[in-house]
């Protein structure tokens, strides 16, 4: 069986939409994943299919009804293992280590919200995981399902070229990438940093280190503090290691 995202929408159409294009649709077209896309107008209620109503307690915009939420949830075959997530705002945010995680396993089933969002209960009732992908608001779940999606399938064994691009790269050990470059080696007056020219396999490395250990303390100091609570609660195995 291969790794399968199941998503519910309004917007089908929406899927996989970028997701059919370089690594990710060779990887659907050759059967390392799939996308089951499933439309939520179909589980509506009544003459008109609805799918939201008002919210209690007044205010603008609709919800989507948790009855109808529900029903759609349950025609989707329970894939042992694999975790439903509902994305919103009010989730915690997506990081890296959960992608690792929906990668590792059978697939993710996501749930795509409009309007103003879902009904609590049904997310209560179903222990939904409930993610972020930033501190903004979108006008739908779809573009966060697809980022969500981008980021688990390029992990899928295969789909990358290389099996060291995954390891190697901002936050596969809570710090962000040191900065690369190609040729040629001058560009309009600019050149490349010396000691990756040296063939010092050892001075590069340390190098690296310290460019990413740079960029995380000056980028994201939130990064940086986890990574320095991180790093004192066990033993350095890094040499070189500039604070
Ligand atoms: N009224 C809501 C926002 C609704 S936006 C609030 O203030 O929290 C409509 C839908 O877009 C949401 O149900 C959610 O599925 C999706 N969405 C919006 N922003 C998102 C984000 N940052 N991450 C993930 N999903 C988001």
Redesign the pocket.
């Known amino acids: 069986m291969s790794w399968t995202a199941t998503i519910l929408t309004l917007f089908p159409e929406m899927f996989p939409g970028p997701l059919g294009q370089s690594l990710a649709g060779r990887a659907l077209e050759n059967g390392t994943w799939n996308c089951d896309v499933r439309d939520l107008r179909a589980f509506g209620l009544g003459r008109h299919n609805a799918v939201d109503d008002t919210p209690f307690g007044g205010g603008a915009?609709m919800v989507?009804r948790a009855d109808v939420v529900d029903t759609a949830l349950d025609s989707v075959s329970r894939q042992d293992g694999a975790p439903c997530v509902?994305?919103?705002?009010?989730?915690r945010p997506?990081a890296q280590a959960d992608i690792r995680r929906y990668a590792a396993g059978p697939g993710v089933t996501l749930?795509?919200?409009?309007?103003?969002?879902?009904d609590e209960r049904v997310l209560e009732a179903r222990s939904i995981e409930q993610?972020?992908?930033?501190?903004?608001?979108?006008?739908?779940?779809?573009?966060?399902?697809l980022v969500l999606l981008d980021a688990c399938v390029r992990l899928l064994p295969g789909v990358m070229g290389s099996a060291e691009s995954g390891v190697e790269e901002s936050f596969s050990d809570g710090l962000l990438e040191y900065p690369h470059y190609t040729r040629p080696a001058e560009w309009q007056g600019r050149t490349v940093p010396d000691v990756l020219l040296s063939g010092n396999h050892a001075a590069i490395a340390r190098w690296r280190r310290e460019q990413s250990e740079r960029v995380t303390r000056e980028r994201r100091p939130d990064l940086w503090a986890a990574h320095l609570s991180h790093s004192s609660s066990r033993p350095s195995v890094q040499e070189g290691q500039s604070l």
């Open positions: 915009g989507m509902y994305l919103t705002p009010r989730g997506l749930l795509c919200g409009r309007y103003e969002g879902v993610v972020s992908i930033g501190d903004y608001v979108l006008s739908g779940g779809e573009t966060a399902a």
